[in-house]
């Protein structure tokens, strides 16, 4: 499946692998850039979100040579996952 198909897919339906997929795009620095900017916007969803995904998502964030627009949606793509398990982390801590 490629990138556009994976946009017009529900997350729940992406096909296993996907997560592999979309961090060999997130890491060719090669790679088109709107190729790029779509897969670290697919890369925030919960359903493929995992340390091999944040890692590389920082990775572009860090990266000063990365253009712009890229290095902030991977910011935004970091937000959900890192206020979600900032509040489980904060729920469980309270429920002790």
Do not use: Q
């Not at 997130?26 to 925030?44: K, N, Q």
């Amino acid at each position: 499946m490629d990138l556009k198909t994976l946009k017009n897919t529900p997350p729940w339906d992406w096909p296993e692998g996907t997560s592999k997929m979309l961090l060999g795009i997130l890491g060719d620095e090669r790679a088109v850039e709107s190729e790029r900017l779509l897969a670290v916007e697919l890369a925030g969803d919960f359903t493929v979100i995992g340390d091999d995904i944040v890692d590389a998502l920082l990775s572009i964030l860090r990266n000063g040579e990365e253009p712009e627009n890229l290095r902030a949606k991977a910011a935004l793509s970091l937000g959900p996952p890192s206020i979600t398990r900032t509040r489980k982390c904060t729920v469980s801590m309270m429920t002790r």
